[in-house]
């Protein structure tokens, strides 16, 4: 207690020497005014997407916001983007690392927090040219087919019992399952068991513990003394989601060791495996099992949250919903699941999972990076260490780029050829450049063919639609942007 008036002393000085600093800063990008120490932390509300949308309409798309004594840019175009993620793309390929993710040595180890050096270079190509090769994707697709014939069934019990279902607890459970399936031909969970309780207790702990609004990230003095636990919390949810992936690992080269001949799995585990042994890359094990918590918490989190919008843009949109329906039933004809080759004659699917990214982004800010030198753009300076954040919620509503942008039209994108995988700055949900989530090939089929998989097979109705148009317009901020409230709509099967 003795030591608290001191901490609180060198606390102010620090933050009152930042402000003062910045305030003294010439040719910074525009923004609301930044009080002393907290800066504008006071006006971000519950949802700080919005907020930043809606102060960039005042300040514009370069926008400076102060986060304690985080000097933080905000980017809100497609051109500003494209000036940060591909022209400068290089200065701004650092991050800003949460304490949170200091947890087990993550911010080391992880490709998402490497800096762009040998080891970052290694994982990147093994994840494209290997792990996310259209050949690894085609092979393990039927491991994909069998979880969603789960997903299909855990509905038809529903159904059967006139029960509602709870549309983000079954989308967590499909998203694990087909992520355990394409990572190691496993099953993680199965619905309403206790394994699929605990299993997603450790993912959505990670996930939560990760999202948490944590004052030691907004000043870094506070950091040693990890006031809120978020650091010791990390911890132990990383150990424990860590624990279970190097389980698999260990199993699979126990395996290989006792039965070198014993035929290839069509699982991600399998190229792991096959990398280690070859030691053609100056990589560790331990890169790989922190690559999979990586897929495993954002895979998990982001999909639940795309699937949970599109079921409830499409059931409160019931003519979008009819159009789905019927080029689900002109291709896929009586099959229930429908083929991950037969995406290319789905356009109007395609379109429905576009719209979604673009109107609820479920990373609305994006992973944040970081300015490694000072660089000018549009005329401003951006110093060394400021924090970018892209804020896809305000692009993807940005009235001069998309006609209605409230409203929701999977239509606009059947004659666009604005696509999601970073080539396209009014669309990032994946991010773009160096940084792109290296996952996007893998999550982009679950996306689809879940959704494909619900709309198919069922008819549905909401289970209360009293609060229906409330509800579908609540936001929760966090890692990903999800419904407030969850979306429960019943199953019928189809006459």
Not at 22 to 42: D, K, S
Not at 216 to 239: C, N, T
Not at 455 to 465: A, G, I, M, T
């Amino acid at each position: 207690m003795d030591s608290f008036p001191l901490l609180a002393a060198l606390f102010f000085i620090a933050a009152t020497i930042t402000f003062l600093s910045f305030r003294r800063r010439r040719n910074l990008p525009p923004g609301p005014f930044p009080y002393p120490i907290v800066g504008n932390m006071l006006q971000l509300g519950a949802n700080p997407h919005q907020v930043f949308a809606k102060l960039s309409k005042r300040y514009g798309p370069l926008m400076s916001i102060h986060l304690g004594s985080l000097y933080t840019v905000i980017v809100s175009s497609p051109e500003m983007a494209k000036e940060i993620l591909h022209r400068h793309g290089q200065v701004f390929s650092g991050r800003t690392i949460a304490q949170a993710v200091h947890a087990c040595d993550h911010d080391k180890i992880s490709m998402g927090f490497l800096p762009v050096a040998s080891e970052w270079r290694d994982m990147r190509k093994i994840c494209k040219e290997q792990m996310f090769s259209n050949q690894s994707m085609e092979a393990s697709q039927g491991l994909r087919r069998q979880k969603l014939q789960q997903l299909l069934d855990h509905v038809q019990k529903c159904s059967d019992s006139g029960r509602a279902v709870d549309i983000r607890e079954a989308a967590f459970i499909t998203t694990l399952n087909l992520m355990s399936a394409t990572l190691f031909s496993s099953q993680a969970t199965e619905f309403d068991s206790k394994a699929t309780m605990e299993f997603k207790e450790i993912i959505e702990g990670v996930a939560t513990i990760v999202g948490v609004p944590n004052f030691a990230d907004y000043f870094p003095i506070l950091r040693p003394f990890d006031p809120q636990g978020v650091k010791r919390r990390a911890d132990v949810f990383f150990g424990k989601l860590l624990a279970k992936i190097e389980g698999y690992l260990n199993e699979r080269l126990e395996s290989k060791r006792a039965n070198p001949n014993a035929p290839k799995k069509d699982d991600f585990l399998e190229i792991v495996v096959d990398i280690i042994q070859a030691n053609e890359f100056k990589l560790k094990t331990h890169h790989f099992t922190h690559l999979m918590l990586d897929l495993f918490v954002g895979g998990s989190d982001t999909n639940t949250t795309s699937i949970e919008w599109a079921m409830s843009e499409l059931v409160m949109n019931p003519d979008k919903m009819a159009r789905l329906k019927a080029e689900l039933k002109s291709v896929a004809g009586d099959e229930k699941i429908v083929d991950e080759s037969a995406m290319p004659k789905l356009p109007y699917l395609q379109a429905v999972i576009k719209e979604v990214m673009r109107i609820h982004p479920p990373g609305p800010l994006l992973l944040p990076r970081k300015a490694e030198s000072d660089q000018e753009v549009n005329g401003y300076l951006i110093p060394k260490g400021t924090q970018i954040l892209i804020n896809a919620y305000a692009i993807g509503r940005d009235p001069s780029i998309w006609t209605d942008p409230e409203t929701f039209d999977p239509e606009r994108f059947l004659d666009n050829k604005i696509d999601f995988k970073g080539q396209d700055y009014e669309l990032l949900p994946f991010g773009s450049g160096r940084r792109v989530c290296p996952g996007m090939p893998l999550a982009t089929r679950i996306l689809h063919m879940a959704t494909a998989t619900l709309v198919h097979n069922f008819d549905w109705k909401l289970e209360d639609d009293s609060t229906a148009a409330a509800d579908h317009a609540g936001e929760l901020f966090g890692v990903a942007v999800r419904r407030a409230v969850p979306l429960r709509i019943i199953p019928i099967v189809k006459s």
